[in-house]
């Protein structure tokens, strides 16, 4: 049987949004609703890898694990990696990386997705959703995947690029892509060890790597896209509708 660990990295110094992991909603803090959501997946164990000692407490108190891990990191892949080395585990065989600031998560999609990596046995995998409006479009925070072919709530597409900015009229499979990967261990392995390409570097999106290195990656249908916290804006929205009580 294949085994699967989530870990979600985690840390303070967010550049427009500083300390929103512990932002609180419904008196919980964001980086412990994600853990939450992650262990109802049922897929694996669940840690967080934190970059604050502040996170680590916050978690552990709320009934998560978590470890501390360095600062210098430049992307959550990096973080993760540290902390799969540091939590020594062995038989692993997929690691699946959550975004810590996104509570509304599905557990079905992070089960769909560790499904199809397993059926597939994927390098790495990842989420996309339907891009809902023109606004998400010319969204630069708002990332985008072009696939192959077109997502259905079956298929595993190889992506074939990410970039933020779409303004071609070409009607391409182009989705709103989901920043949660799930990577083979052994492409993990090989994936820190690559150095930055400049397309990932100019774009700011590390998956960019992975396809100049001629690394898969596939994507799977969403039911929904998760709300990400990147400003007071979003985090105010965001706690609004989760703490609604008709």
């Not at 959703?129 to 709530?153: G, Y």
């Not at 499979?173 to 390409?197: M, P, Q, W």
Request: net charge positive.
């Amino acid at each position: 049987m294949r085994k699967t660990i989530i870990l979600i990295p985690s840390r303070m110094a967010a550049q427009r949004l500083p300390g929103k992991p512990l932002l609180k909603i419904n008196n919980l803090p964001i980086i412990s609703h994600v853990v939450d959501r992650a262990k109802d997946s049922g897929v694996g164990e669940v840690v967080v890898c934190a970059e604050d000692k502040e996170i680590v407490s916050v978690v552990e108190k709320n009934g998560g694990k978590a470890i501390l891990t360095g600062s210098h990191h430049k992307n959550g892949t990096e973080r993760i990696y540290e902390g799969i080395q540091k939590l020594k585990k062995k038989g692993i065989d997929f690691v699946l990386s959550l975004q810590g600031d996104e509570p509304t998560v599905q557990p079905k999609d992070i089960v769909r997705l560790n499904n199809l990596m397993i059926e597939n046995n994927a390098e790495i995998g990842t989420l996309a959703a339907e891009i809902k409006n023109e606004s998400m479009m010319k969204n630069r925070n708002v990332v985008k995947v072009i696939t192959k072919e077109k997502l259905n709530n079956y298929n595993f597409a190889k992506a074939s690029n990410f970039l933020r900015i779409y303004e071609s009229k070409e009607n391409l499979n182009i989705y709103h892509h989901i920043g949660i990967y799930c990577y083979k261990f052994s492409i993990l392995e090989k994936f820190v060890a690559l150095d930055r390409t400049e397309n990932e570097i100019k774009n700011s999106l590390e998956q960019l790597r992975a396809l100049d290195n001629n690394i898969n990656i596939n994507v799977a249908l969403a039911s929904t896209s998760p709300i990400g916290i990147d400003t007071n804006e979003d985090y105010l929205e965001l706690k609004k509708i989760m703490e609604y009580k008709p």
